[in-house]
Each structure stands twice: as C-alpha cells, then as structure tokens.
C-alpha cells in the first residue's frame, strides 16, 4: 500500500509568481485536504476536494485554488505569491467525508517565498 | 480566534518518566478530539482520539483524559521514550468531517 507522497519537497519562488503543488493520495483514499503550516503554527485548513469536487474551505483568499484528478491525486496552486505564503503545505486523504481518525498525511511541500 | 489552544511550546522530560501535553478549547460543542504527532521531515501521524461521552481513552502507553466542564483535554505518555521526542498537536474535526482544527502544538523532548 502506498502512501501519501507531495511533490516537489522545497519550491523558492519569488512574490508576485505563481506555484503549483502535488499530492497523490493513499491507494483508495478519494478524498484530499490541504493544510498550510507556517512556522511555529499548527496546520491551518486550505480546503478539501472529493470526488472531484471541493467540499468545504477554510480562511483564505481566492487566489489559493486546487483541483482533484480522477485518480484522485490534487494539486494546489497559488498566485500572486506573498512572503506570508512561505510555509509548509501538507496534504492528507481520506476515504470518504466523515470519519474521526483515519486521515493520513504525506510529509509536506516547503515553499520558501522571498 | 484560536479554537484550540495548546500553550506549552515546548516540554522536556527524562525517560521512563511521565510527560503530560495539554490543549484547551472554546466551543462546548465540539464532540471529538484527536491527537496527532509530527516529526521532523514527516507529516503529522494519528496517535489517539477520544469522543466526548468519554472521560479517558487508552492505548498502550498513551492516554488522553477529557475534562469537559473545564474544555480541557490531556494527553499521558507513559512511560516516555526517546523516540516520542516530536511535535504533538491535538486537533478537532468539524461535524465530524475531515476538516480539522489544530493546535500550535507542543514540542516533546524526551531525555535519555
């Protein structure tokens, strides 16, 4: 069983470009969040895809989007970077929408904005 | 607003010896709570979870104990061992959902 991988594992950009992130989910997992981890922070919610489509969205702006494959796997893209955008991105996947513990996590993009 | 608070940064203590993480919430309402630990280079793992019609949850070495009348969770490991040196946050889900709300986490150093 594979599991959760993200890709690249460090981006420098520079404000004002844009970035795109990967994630493919855990074999049979249909549902991916994204979570941005700033520096001394916990997690912070982005959004969630499932299906395809995004179900749920957390405190940021539009220019944080996101799509979902129909293998599941997602991408996270930003524009219009801002140095409060350097942090580490995490996605995790899931089966299905409701569930109290089974979400597991790929070890994160840290995108560096100067 | 923080909804979940964990005001320890950071804590260190000798193995064999028990270490006690804490987190506070605001909202009565929420009705699960999770535990996760990261370490360096890796994503966040599930640890323990316990729902609100429980006080105490176990799992071997780990026991998360929930004061609902004072919106205060803990988490016991013990006994500590070098390799539970990490980053624990505890987390609650929205209604459920995998949507989860997390703490600015506590950074555990376990002393050999």
């Known amino acids: 069983e594979t599991g959760v991988t993200q890709s690249p594992t460090h981006l420098i950009k520079t404000r004002g470009q844009q970035v795109t992130l990967r994630c493919s989910s855990q074999?049979?997992?249909?549902?991916v969040s994204w979570y941005q981890q700033a520096l001394g922070q916990g997690p912070q919610f982005i959004f969630q895809y499932y299906r395809e489509e995004e179900n749920g969205r957390g405190n940021f702006p539009p220019r944080f989007s996101g799509l979902q494959f129909p293998n599941y796997s997602s991408e996270l893209n930003v524009n219009a970077l801002e140095l409060d955008d350097s942090a580490l991105y995490l996605c995790a996947s899931s089966w299905g929408l409701a569930g109290n513990n089974e979400q597991f996590f790929g070890p994160g993009t840290r995108l560096t904005v100067l | 607003d923080q909804q979940v608070k964990q005001n320890s940064p950071s804590l260190s203590v000798q193995e064999g010896r028990i270490s006690i993480l804490n987190c506070d919430y605001t909202n009565s309402m929420f009705d699960y709570f999770l535990w996760y630990k990261k370490y360096p280079a890796e994503g966040p793992t599930f640890l323990i979870s316990?729902?609100?019609?429980?006080d105490k949850n176990e799992d071997g070495r780990f026991t998360v104990f929930l004061n609902k009348s004072a919106k205060h969770l803990s988490l016991h490991i013990v006994p500590s061992q070098p390799g539970d040196s990490a980053v624990y946050f505890c987390?609650?889900?929205?209604?459920?959902?995998?949507?989860?709300?997390f703490g600015k986490g506590t950074k555990l150093s376990v002393i050999p």
């Open positions: 074999s049979g997992h249909n549902t």
């Open positions: 987390a609650v889900p929205w209604a459920g959902s995998y949507q989860l709300t």
């Open positions: 316990i729902s609100s019609i429980k």
